[in-house]
């Protein structure tokens, strides 16, 4: 079966720390991964992909995800946030015919 | 990059109604594009597969009737919800990729059409 589980519906840090929003995957063959990011109201953007390689990805506004195989995770990392990252955030695997999406994380920045 | 437009926007509109949604990929062809359903503070819901020159491919529990989906060129799908109801009012989303480019290609999401039905 294929599946994508994001542990945290809501996640709050203070602008300037660090994060990590968690994503777990449950395919049967080498998955593609992504991220994506969605503001209110808007579509959604692509942060980084992982398909093969590298298992460190680096997307754009300084995010980064670790494709580990043997946790079958996907986390994504920021060392510093700032306030227009407050989003939704999305873990999505390519599935066979479509993409599989995670139920969300939903990041609040402290001021 | 690869560019997907959506429009409107926005609509609202008399129960009743019928809505035409419309998807274009900007700078690349789509033999395939996808339209999603999104419930608030939820996750986005795939309604139907989009084929160009073909019938749509449907998930289960959507009502082709009422979710008519025409794809007919490699940069245009379009949505139309039929006599709309409130029920119907949601944030509707099209994506597309580009897989002139490879198969490996990432989706690309429209902005999305917010509906509401009075």
């Known amino acids: 079966a294929q599946s994508v589980t994001q542990p945290d519906i809501h996640i709050t840090v203070s602008e300037g720390a660090s994060l990590e929003l968690r994503c777990n995957y449950s395919?049967?063959?080498?998955?593609?991964l992504f991220w994506y990011v969605q503001s209110p109201g808007q579509g959604l953007q692509l942060l980084l992909k992982?398909?093969?390689?590298?298992?460190l990805v680096q997307g754009i506004k300084g995010f980064e995800a670790e494709f580990k195989r043997s946790q079958s995770s996907f986390n994504l990392r920021k060392p510093s946030v700032h306030w227009s990252d407050a989003a939704e955030y999305f873990c999505v695997l390519q599935g066979a015919q479509k993409l599989v999406f995670g139920q969300g994380t939903r990041l609040t920045i402290n001021p | 990059g690869a560019v997907v437009s959506q429009h409107p926007s926005w609509v609202i509109c008399k129960s009743g109604t019928s809505v035409k949604i419309e998807c274009r990929s900007l700078d690349f062809q789509a033999t395939t594009m996808f339209w999603y359903r999104q419930f608030p503070k939820q996750s986005l819901m795939l309604m139907a597969t989009s084929n160009e020159g073909s019938k749509a491919t449907y998930e289960q529990g959507v009502e082709k009737d009422k979710f008519l989906i025409n794809h007919a060129s490699l940069t245009l799908s379009t949505l139309t919800v039929t006599s709309a109801h409130p029920e119907d009012s949601s944030f509707y989303i099209c994506?597309?990729?580009?897989?002139?480019?490879?198969?490996?290609?990432?989706?690309?999401f429209g902005d999305g059409t917010r509906l509401s039905i009075l």
């Open positions: 994506s597309a990729s580009n897989r002139g480019q490879g198969a490996d290609q990432p989706q690309h």
């Open positions: 395919y049967g063959a080498t998955p593609y």
């Open positions: 992982y398909f093969s390689g590298d298992t």
